[in-house]
Structure formats: structure tokens, C-alpha cells
């Protein structure tokens, strides 16, 4: 009988740790989820008048929007967005892929370069961009006037007009290459060692092994960040704040920047308009966005390498 009940005792107890477990992420999937979106998307259609706060419903936020998203100013964000992205994939992805494959075959060094590769991680944020902007627009010059002899001190690339884009778009890739080549690296380490030993035994060289047994069991993962870059098109901020401040130079701002920036200026002065206006380029953002990644998840399940 003390045994039972104790028992009885046990399971009512499990169920209130369970139920407690479960409270936060109920909790903060209704506030942050529900809430705050279904917030956003009421405010999309809303005008506050800035005197007496009063809120008519219109669809005006929409159309001053869509004026925006075709300016020579929107055009020029969405050139740089999606030029961040697509040497982000012809780059970041070859390159983490390669290291991580590197990785999974346990070459000489494959262990150090692992904690090495993650340190950009890891390490404060603003550590990083500060010994990185001091190298490319101080010690870098340096080191090419001490390479050639030059008589004079070349323009640092980040205060170079015609390079700054490409070294923060360098910096973007080589901050989340070592969580990608960690993200491969997990996933090659899961794939049945007697497949790769079936390869070798059919006379497969290192290329095929990679190419025929590798990577289409690591497209799955690959796919993952295929499909989640098309909203980073939209969202990805680059680390500009990190590097301009408030104030970005001209042919470096991206969508993901300027949403960040207007929505921060609007908390600050209290300009609940400009924030319901902003709501509705979200909305616009997110109507754009959610069809091209299922578009492009389609694509790849119909169109890339399938696991045999």
C-alpha cells in the first residue's frame, strides 16, 4: 500500500513539473508568436492621427510603402541584399562544405581547426568588428606599402567606397562560417561509416565519395540554410551597425538594416504612425518572403540529390 501510494504520489508530482516545464514555452509562444504578429499585422492597417492619437483603419500604409519599395533607394537595398546572399551561397556554403568535409575525414589539424573555425562565434561582437575594421583600413595599407614600397599609404578598404561592400559582406560570411562547418560536420559525422567503406570498395575516389555518398546525405542540412537564406534577402542586417553606427554609407544599407534602424528611430520618438507604416512593409516583406521559400524548398526536394 506505501509503495502505491507513493507512486500515485510520484505521477501527480510529474505532472505538475511537467506542467511547469511547459508553461514558459506556452507562454512565450502566445505572447511572442500570437500576440506581437497578430499586433503587427492589426497595426499594418491602422492611421494614428499624431495629435489626438486617434486610429482609423486604411490600407494607406500599403500604398506609401510600395511607393518606397520602388525608389532608387529600395532598389539599391535590394541589390546589395541579394548580392550579399548570393556570395554568402557561392562562397560561405563551397567553402564551409569543403572545411567540413575535411573535418569529418580527421586530416592532420581537422581537430584545431575546428575550435578555430567556431572562435568568430564566440567571441564578443564588438571585439571582433574592432580588430577586424582596424585591419582592413589600417593594417592592411601598411602591410602593402612595407610589401611594395609604395610612397603612399593606400585608402583603407572599409573607407574605400568601392570596397567597402565587399569586405562586409566578407566579414557576414566569415563570422557564421564556423557555425555552418560545425552544422555539416555534425551531420556528415551521423551518415553509416559502411557506406563510405562500400565507395572505397567500388574503387571510388575521394571526389565521387564526396560528391555520390557525401553530399547528397548532407543535403538535408544544406537545404536548411538554402531555404532560410531567402528571408535573410529581406532581414539581414549585415553587421552594419556594428561597423556605421545609425548612418551607413551609401551602397552598403540592406532591407533587414533599414527596417532595424526606422523601427528603432520610431520607438525612440514615439511615432506610433511610422510604426504601423513600417508594420505593413513587414507584411509586405513577409508576403514575399513565405512564397519564395516554399518556391525554393520545392525546387530543392523535386531538383537535388536524393539520399539512396
Same mark, same amino acid.
Given at each position: ?5 507513493? &507512486? ?27 500576440? *506581437? ?28 510603402? #510600395?511607393? #518606397? ?33 575535411? *573535418? ?26 574592432? *580588430? ?26 572599409? &573607407? ?9 559582406? =566578407?566579414?557576414?560570411?566569415?563570422? &557564421? ?41 548532407? =543535403?538535408?542540412?544544406?537545404?536548411? #540554410? ?6 535573410? *534577402? ?7 551597425? &556594428? ?11 540592406? #532591407? ?53
Amino acid at each position: 500500500m506505501f509503495n502505491k501510494k507513493n &507512486s500515485k504520489v510520484g505521477k501527480e508530482g510529474n505532472k505538475w513539473v511537467y506542467a511547469l516545464l511547459m508553461a514558459f514555452p506556452v507562454l512565450h509562444f502566445c505572447v511572442f508568436y500570437i500576440y *506581437v504578429n497578430a499586433n503587427s499585422i492589426a497595426m499594418a492597417f491602422q492611421n494614428v492621427d499624431p495629435t489626438t492619437h486617434k486610429i482609423t483603419w486604411t490600407l494607406s500604409n500599403f500604398a506609401e510603402q #510600395f511607393k #518606397f519599395l520602388v525608389s532608387d533607394d529600395a532598389i539599391n537595398m535590394l541589390k546589395v541584399s541579394l548580392l550579399g546572399y548570393v556570395i554568402h551561397l557561392a562562397i560561405g556554403l563551397t567553402m564551409g562544405l569543403l572545411f567540413a568535409y575535411y *573535418v569529418y575525414k580527421k586530416r592532420k589539424f581537422s581537430a584545431a581547426f575546428r575550435v578555430l573555425m567556431f572562435l568568430p562565434s564566440i567571441i564578443p561582437a564588438i571585439v571582433l568588428v574592432t *580588430v577586424y575594421r582596424y585591419f582592413v583600413d589600417n593594417a592592411f595599407p601598411d602591410l602593402l606599402v612595407k610589401l611594395f614600397n609604395l610612397t603612399e599609404t593606400p585608402q583603407g578598404l572599409f &573607407s574605400n567606397q568601392n570596397t567597402r561592400l565587399a569586405v562586409i559582406i =566578407f566579414y557576414d560570411i566569415f563570422v &557564421s562560417f564556423g557555425t555552418s562547418v560545425l552544422v555539416y560536420t555534425n551531420k556528415m559525422d551521423s551518415i553509416d561509416p559502411s557506406l563510405i567503406e562500400a565507395a572505397k570498395i567500388d574503387g571510388a575516389t575521394q571526389f565521387q565519395e564526396f560528391w555520390h555518398v557525401v553530399l547528397p546525405l548532407t =543535403f538535408s542540412t544544406i537545404s536548411v #540554410f538554402l531555404v532560410t537564406g531567402v528571408a535573410s *534577402v529581406f532581414m539581414n542586417q549585415m553587421f552594419l551597425f &556594428s561597423f556605421y553606427g545609425w548612418n551607413p554609407p551609401a551602397g552598403v544599407d540592406t #532591407f533587414g538594416y533599414y527596417f532595424f534602424r526606422k523601427t528603432s528611430e520610431a520607438v525612440t520618438n514615439n511615432d506610433k504612425q511610422s510604426l504601423c507604416s513600417l508594420s505593413a512593409l513587414g507584411l509586405i516583406f513577409s508576403a514575399i518572403a513565405i512564397p519564395l521559400t516554399f518556391l525554393v524548398r520545392h525546387l530543392l526536394t523535386k531538383y537535388g540529390p536524393k539520399e539512396n
